[in-house]
């Protein structure tokens, strides 16, 4: 059978669209009145489901109340020939073996005056009084709970059901329900609040409880027919049946044969082992054979753009490498400069000015080659190394009188950027400098630590940082440089008795 030409023409979704409208388009139209009346049935059922939600919830509630009532009532009268505290000792006794009633009361006279109490309720004052026979509902005026009196004989008894007990009471056969409160003329109790403003598909209605002492507001979720059950409704099991047919058979042939092939295709596809193989005939979907010379196109595209990047990135990579090590020479050359300078200066401020100097340069020399042994891995500088060799570094250079310098360290392996590292190094050269010029006798302690996945904590100790009261121009000067130094690790240098601190940035652990 022939397929004319028009139609062989039309996208894939035009030939389904026309497929299934021949078929189902006449049922479809047969039976929507049908199931409209069905539709129609079932809606009115679930918003009767919905009223019958609500009104079990606030019996519920008012059983809740008419146990605590009943309890409490017999409990007092029950005790009526007791005065004062064995009156409360007896109701307490009676209530302990009443299962689900709150333990907590208080006994009034008929005037409203308190006897005595068992547990908290707070000020009952303000509630309305109860001639015997008679329970006053309201909500508490001091807690989250519904007030509960009861006339008995000789006064009356009264207490407060918490919050919590309401709301179970409540919510024990209605978990549909999502607003919730009850009102007495003046005050509010929120059992179950939907959020900051009532949602519009909520269905509410109030149910007075409690001989109209207390209205209760519910609001349960709308139920409508979901698409799914109207579907169920509007089109018959045989409808069903002959689409899924129809469908399943345009589908396969159409659709998924072709992306079955394709799929097979580029899976066994391997980047770098030659080029992409792809089926020629994908059956009569245009759009498919379209989307395969689309995605061939794609890959190499992206295999020239792969290749592009990594000849770029490998320059790069040498470019940058040439840099550093280029830096790093440089530097030890000024540093050698340095110090044959030093050793031909005549006069010992102008050798010192050259060792310190120096030190500086030798310091920031010792970052750039611990950052170049690290770029392969590009982890950044590992800070321990580079500590370790600056401290040897400045032991070596030091005066005659500080060549017995000791410089203990306490270093975590972390890792941060040269950045970081370069500031570290000069701040720790600038604080053992200056102590092997003032106390070359006194140790160095020098630690880091990390403190949480992004920071970490160099302390450094040493008795010159413990102030002596004589602030020189030199010791101005010093203070002056390595707060410049906190600076640039973003950090307030923590000055204490003898010990500088200062918070750095590492990378997380691997």
Request: aromatic share 4%; net charge neutral; charged share 25%.
């Amino acid at each position: 059978m022939s397929v004319p030409g028009w139609f062989a023409r039309l996208p894939t979704a035009a030939k389904l669209l026309l497929i299934l409208t021949a078929f189902l388009l006449p049922i479809g139209i047969a039976l929507t009145l049908i199931g409209s009346q069905g539709i129609r049935q079932a809606d009115a059922a679930l918003q009767s489901r919905i009223q019958d939600q609500a009104r079990t919830a606030a019996q519920s509630i008012e059983s809740l109340l008419a146990r605590n009532a009943l309890a409490l009532r017999i409990a007092a009268n029950g005790a009526g020939n007791l005065r004062g505290d064995a009156r409360c000792e007896d109701v307490r006794r009676s209530l302990a073996i009443a299962p689900g009633v709150v333990q907590d009361f208080e006994l009034e006279a008929a005037d409203g005056k308190a006897i005595c109490s068992t547990g908290e309720i707070g000020a009952t004052g303000s509630l309305p009084l109860a001639r015997p026979g008679e329970i006053r509902v309201r909500i508490s005026p001091v807690s989250d709970g519904v007030a509960l009196r009861v006339g008995v004989n000789g006064g009356m008894a009264t207490a407060v059901i918490p919050i919590e007990e309401v709301r179970d009471a409540a919510l024990h056969n209605g978990p549909n329900i999502k607003l919730m409160l009850l009102r007495d003329g003046d005050r509010e109790l929120r059992l179950l609040a939907p959020g900051p403003g009532l949602d519009p598909e909520l269905s509410v209605s109030d149910w007075p409880i409690g001989n109209g002492g207390l209205i209760v507001r519910v609001g349960s979720a709308a139920e409508r027919i979901a698409t799914l059950d109207r579907l169920v409704l509007l089109l018959p099991v045989l409808m069903w049946v002959l689409a899924a047919l129809v469908t399943w058979l345009l589908v396969s042939r159409l659709l998924i044969r072709p992306l079955k092939k394709l799929e097979r295709a580029v899976v066994q596809y391997d980047p770098g082992q030659g080029p992409m193989e792809l089926p020629s005939k994908l059956g009569p979907s245009t759009e498919i054979q379209e989307l395969r010379d689309a995605f061939a196109r794609a890959v190499d595209r992206v295999e020239e753009s792969e290749r592009e990047m990594s000849g770029a990135l490998e320059g790069q990579r040498r470019l940058v490498r040439e840099v550093h090590h280029r830096v790093k020479n440089n530097l030890q050359v000024v540093a050698s400069l340095l110090n044959i300078h030093g050793r031909s200066a005549e006069t010992g401020p102008a050798r010192a000015a050259y060792a310190g100097i120096g030190r500086r340069v030798g310091a920031l020399s010792i970052v750039h080659r611990n950052h170049f042994a690290e770029m392969e891995e590009n982890r950044g500088i590992a800070l321990r190394p580079l500590i370790a060799e600056l401290a040897a570094e400045l032991r070596a250079g030091a005066p005659e009188e500080a060549r017995k310098l000791n410089i203990d360290l306490d270093v975590d392996g972390v890792y941060t950027t040269q950045d970081v590292a370069v500031a570290v190094a000069f701040l720790i050269t600038e604080i053992v400098e200056f102590s092997m010029l003032n106390r070359p006798e006194d140790p160095i302690d020098i630690a880091l630590r990390r403190t949480s996945e992004l920071t970490a904590r160099l302390s450094l100790a040493s008795p010159v940082l413990v102030p002596d009261g004589d602030e020189g121009p030199e010791k101005l000067q010093f203070e002056r440089i390595i707060g410049g130094l906190a600076k640039q690790l973003r950090s307030a240098l923590d000055r204490k008795l003898g010990r500088y601190g200062v918070d750095l940035p590492v990378f997380p652990q691997t």
